[in-house]
């Protein structure tokens, strides 16, 4: 009976060893894929700004924090030329604070040229806390992206005017929005680049129609029902954490949840993501 009582034991004990093993082997698997895979997000957005038909397609990549997918990034290289877009947006963290090799970023940004020469950039934290970041900026430049240092330009499709802004980094204070703006029509649809989300937190009445941000990465560690556990600048269950967030008055802003990591190299249930943004007229 003794005997019994034991094997029964030993059973139990290793039927609750398979379990956890398996739940561990689980979240290991789902970690490596949310961190080492990505997807593709689409937002859309509508405005009374636009004329009858307008549509415009953004392709927003942020926080890629100098990581790879695929070979020379040929896995994102070859989504961007799939999804075809209009315009991309680089909304900063290209490289990371520590990244002593330029080479990856840069040569993602000349590809990313290549398919498009209508790639703007503007800058994140991890640029402007590195030592190479001039440097950094001057590779960007030379392969052709356009930098909104604190400025804007225009850009058409098809007779309709959009204007482009950008600011660097607001998280460590190098915006200028005077700057940004100067010269502006805000009648005309406003994009507005800016790394830091919680620009709209320090200009509250910012005068752009959508504002396209990362810095954030979602939290990175994502759980159900709660959302990001931690981000930057926020710390513990940020407000802003990703996605659309009315501004009122058809103002929005987006926060994109990036491709690379840092601090820690993983996401959970947030997987890496670039972002499709269509922007149409209402009617």
Same mark, same amino acid.
């Given at each position: 009976m003794k005997r019994k009582k034991k094997t029964q #034991?030993? !059973? &139990?004990?290793?039927?609750?060893?398979?379990?956890? +093993?398996l739940a561990v082997l689980s979240l290991a698997i789902k970690i490596y894929f949310d961190t080492s895979t990505f997807k593709?997000?689409? /937002?859309?957005? #509508?405005?009374? &700004?636009? /004329?009858?038909?307008? /549509?415009?397609t953004i392709l927003q990549i942020t926080d890629v924090h100098s990581r790879l997918f695929g070979e020379n990034n040929e896995q994102v290289l070859e989504k961007v030329k799939e999804l075809d877009a209009d315009i991309i947006? +680089?909304?900063? *963290?290209?490289? $990371?604070?520590?990244?002593e090799n330029l080479e990856i970023a840069l040569q993602l940004a000349e590809e990313l040229v290549r398919v498009n020469p209508d790639t703007y950039f503007v800058t994140g934290n991890h640029e402007h806390e590195n030592p190479k970041k001039e440097a950094f900026l001057a590779g960007l430049e030379d392969r052709g992206v356009i930098i909104l240092s604190n400025e804007n330009t225009q850009f058409e499709k098809d007779g309709q005017q959009f204007n482009m802004a950008g600011v660097n980094d607001v998280s460590t204070d190098h915006e200028d929005m005077t700057a940004a703006f100067s010269g +502006? *029509?805000?009648?005309?649809?406003?994009?507005?680049?800016?790394?830091?989300?919680?620009?709209?937190? &320090?200009?509250? $009445?910012?005068?752009?129609?959508i504002v396209l941000s990362g810095h954030t990465h979602g939290g990175q560690v994502r759980l159900p029902f709660i959302g990001a556990l931690v981000a930057p600048d926020e710390g !513990?269950?940020?407000?802003?954490?990703?996605g659309v967030y009315p501004l009122g008055d058809e103002r929005y802003l987006y926060i994109d949840s990036g491709l690379g990591t840092s601090a820690l190299p993983i996401r959970f249930l947030n997987q890496s993501q670039i972002s499709?943004?269509?922007?149409?007229? /209402?009617?």
């Open positions: #034991s030993n !059973l &139990k004990r290793g039927i609750m060893l398979s379990i956890l +093993l593709v997000n689409r /937002e859309q957005f #509508s405005s009374v &700004k636009l /004329e009858a038909g307008t /549509e415009l947006v +680089l909304t900063g *963290d290209l490289i $990371d604070r520590k990244t +502006l *029509d805000t009648d005309q649809y406003t994009i507005l680049l800016s790394h830091a989300p919680s620009v709209v937190q &320090k200009y509250p $009445d910012i005068r752009a129609d !513990l269950f940020p407000e802003l954490q990703k499709l943004i269509t922007i149409q007229s /209402e009617q």
